[in-house]
C-alpha cells in the first residue's frame, strides 16, 4: 500500500483535502492525523472491521482498547451509554483538550474498540485539523498514537510515516503536535476519578475543578500487576538505543563508568519547564535514536506533580524488551 502524505495549514483547512480524508474514513480506510497531543490514528469507530485495521496496522494486541474522538454531542450519543455528572463537570472545563474520559460504554459501538470491555474511553480533541475531520466524516474516529506498538508516540507527520508507512492510506502533516504527550486519561466508571495515564491535565488541575471530590492519583503499577488500564505496559514509547536515566547526582559516575567502557553515548538535559519539555521528549528522542549512538542518557526530572507525565513516560521508554 502506498502512503500518501499531504500537508495542510491548520490555520487555512483546504475542504478538499478534508472531504478526500473524511472520504476514507468512511470507507473504513485508516488516516493518520494531528491532533494536540500527538498524531492519531484514525478509523471509523463505528466500523469494526476498519478497527481492526488499526489494530494489525499498528501490531497492537487487541486487549488494548482505543480511545474514541468526538466533536459534538450527538457522536458523544452513539459512544457512551451514560454521562455522569462528573463527566459533565470535568468535559466543560478541559474540552476540547488532552483529557480522556473512561465512561459506560454504548452497545452499539463495536467490541474491537474496547476489547470486549464495557467502558469505553472518550475524548474531543482541541486541534483544529482533528476537529474539521472528525466533523466532516461525521463519525466517531478510533484513534491510537500513530505508531507501531511499544514504539516511540509520533509529534511530527515524518515520526509517522517512519513507522506506519506502507500500511495505512494517508497522512494528514499539519507540523508538530503542541502538548507532545498523551492525553491524561481518567477513570469515572468507579466510586473515584482515577488518573489511568498522567498527562497534560495535571492532577492539581484535576483536583482545582473537581473541588470536594476526592480523585485517586496515578500511580505506576508494578511490572506484573494485572493493568487497570490494558494499555499501560511496563514497556513502551521505546527508541531502540538503550535509553539510561539518571538522578542529578548518579550522572557523573555513569558517564565515567560509560567512558571506560568506550561507549558511543549522547546526553540530553530537558528544559526547566514540565510542558516545554513534554513538547520534545518524542521529538528528541526519535532524533537521537536514529544518530547511531550505543546510549542515550537523559537526566530524570524531579519528582513532583508537574513532572508525573514526563517521568511516566521516561520510565517506561526506559524498560528494556522483556
Ligand atoms: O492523546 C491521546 O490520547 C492520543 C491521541 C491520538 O488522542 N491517543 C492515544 O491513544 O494515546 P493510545 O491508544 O496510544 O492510548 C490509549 C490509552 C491506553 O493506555 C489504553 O489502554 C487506554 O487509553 N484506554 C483506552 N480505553 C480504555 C478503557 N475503556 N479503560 C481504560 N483504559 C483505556
Ligand atoms: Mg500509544
Known sequence: ???????????????????????????????????????????????????????????????????VHITDEAQLTKVVASWPPIAHQLAERFWPGPLTLVVPKNPVLPDEVTAGGSTVAVRHPAHPVAQALIQAADVPIAAPSANRSTEISPTR????????????????????????????VVDLT?????????????????????????????????PNAPARSPGQMARHYSPRTPLILVTAEQKDCVISNLRD????????????????????????????????????????????????AVRDRLLRAAQQEQ
Request: hydrophobic share 40%; aromatic share 6%; net charge negative.
Open 1 to 67: 500500500m502506498n502512503t500518501e502524505v499531504v500537508q495542510l495549514d491548520p490555520t487555512h483547512l483546504d475542504p478538499v483535502v478534508l472531504r478526500r480524508a473524511a472520504g476514507l474514513l468512511r470507507a473504513g480506510r485508516l488516516v493518520a492525523f494531528p491532533t494536540e497531543t500527538v498524531y492519531g490514528l484514525g478509523a471509523n469507530a463505528l466500523d469494526p472491521t476498519a478497527v481492526r485495521g488499526i489494530f494489525w496496522a499498528k501490531g497492537r494486541p487487541a486487549t488494548n482498547p482505543l480511545i
Open 157 to 184: 507527520a515524518e515520526h509517522v510515516l517512519k513507522s506506519l508507512g506502507g500500511r495505512i492510506d494517508l497522512i494528514l502533516d499539519a507540523g508538530p503536535c503542541p502538548a507532545g504527550i498523551e492525553s491524561t
Open 190 to 222: 468507579e466510586d473515584c476519578p482515577r488518573i489511568l495515564r498522567p498527562g497534560p491535565i495535571t492532577l492539581p488541575m484535576l483536583k482545582a475543578t473537581l473541588g470536594p471530590i476526592s480523585i485517586i492519583p496515578f500511580a505506576s503499577e508494578a
Open 261 to 308: 567502557e568506550r561507549r558511543n553515548y549522547i546526553s540530553w538535559k530537558f528544559p526547566s519547564d514540565p510542558a516545554q519539555a513534554a513538547n520534545q521528549l518524542y521529538d528528541v528522542l526519535h532524533r537521537l535514536d536514529e544518530q547511531g549512538y550505543e546510549a542515550i542518557l537523559i537526566e530524570l526530572p524531579p519528582d513532583t506533580p508537574d513532572w508525573v
